[in-house]
């Protein structure tokens, strides 16, 4: 059974770094498509980045794009996410994702493992 758990999150100025770790056990991650999520307090979860399996493609919401880079780590069996320039507006909890089919998506259904989350805030 594949379990993932996230790491990295906490409190951080606009404008300001953060770099979140999905670490996962159980199975190898190259099989896997990743994808980060996040959920704001009364809002749905969405889509922030996806790498497909051995990480031959990547995409990512046009809110993040030129912002946020998702990476692999295959001999750490981890998937990172970069955030650069954060806003108020990325404060959610984020989560990562995995499936073993497909390209990976930014769609929250079309995954099968969650990690927990970590909580981003951005606030000056």
């Known amino acids: 059974q594949l379990q993932l758990v996230e790491s990295g999150g906490g409190l951080v100025q606009p404008g300001g770094s953060l770099r979140l770790s999905c670490a996962a056990s159980?199975?190898?991650?190259?099989?896997?498509?990743i994808g980060w999520f996040r959920q704001a307090p009364g809002k749905e979860r969405e889509g922030v980045s996806y790498?497909?399996?051995?990480?031959?493609?990547?995409a990512y919401a046009d809110s993040v794009q030129g912002r946020f880079t998702i990476s692999r780590d295959n001999a750490k069996n981890t998937v990172y996410l970069q955030m650069n320039s954060l806003k108020p507006e990325d404060t959610a909890v984020y989560y990562c994702?995995?499936?073993?089919w497909g390209q990976g998506s930014l769609h929250a259904y079309e995954y099968d493992y969650w990690g927990q989350g970590t909580q981003v805030t951005v606030s000056s």
């Open positions: 994702a995995a499936r073993a």
């Open positions: 159980g199975k190898t991650l190259d099989y896997y498509a």
């Open positions: 790498t497909s399996n051995y990480g031959g493609r990547t």
